[in-house]
C-alpha cells in the first residue's frame, strides 16, 4: 500500500519560498495511472487542491496559484516537492501530499505551515 510523508520547515517568513516534499513508500512514483498532488487547507476553510505532478511527469497547476507553484519530483528518491514562492500569511495552512490512482487515495497525515514573520 502507498504510504506518503510530508516534511519541511514549519514556519516560512513572508515574501519567502515555501518547500516542503513528499516521500513514497511502497510504490513507485513512475507506476502508470497515478498522480501525485499537493493539497492545502487553511484555518476554518476547505480543502484546496494546488497542483498534481503525473506518473509521466505532466505537471498540472490550479489556475488561482499557477503563476506561484512549482512541483517537481526526483524519482531516484521517489520524492516529489512543492515550492510556494512570494508567501503571504493567507498560505497558512496545513499541506498534504496525495496519491490517487482508479479512484483510490492515499493521503499524508499532513504538516503545518505558518506564514509569519
Known amino acids: 500500500q502507498v504510504q506518503l510523508q510530508e516534511s519541511g520547515p514549519g514556519l516560512v517568513k513572508p515574501s519567502q519560498t515555501l518547500s516542503l516534499t513528499c516521500t513514497v513508500s511502497g510504490g513507485s512514483m513512475t507506476t502508470k495511472y497515478y498522480a501525485w498532488r499537493w493539497i492545502r487547507q487553511p484555518p476554518g476553510k476547505g480543502l484546496e487542491w494546488m497542483g498534481v505532478i503525473a506518473y509521466d511527469g505532466s505537471t498540472y497547476y490550479s489556475p488561482s496559484l499557477k503563476s506561484r507553484t512549482s512541483i517537481s519530483r526526483d524519482t531516484s528518491k521517489n520524492q516529489f516537492s512543492l515550492q510556494l514562492s512570494s508567501v503571504t500569511p493567507e498560505d497558512t495552512a496545513v499541506y498534504y501530499c496525495?496519491?490517487?490512482?482508479?479512484?483510490?487515495?492515499?493521503w499524508g497525515q499532513g504538516t503545518q505551515v505558518t506564514v509569519s514573520s
Open positions: 496525495n496519491a490517487e490512482t482508479r479512484g483510490r487515495y492515499y
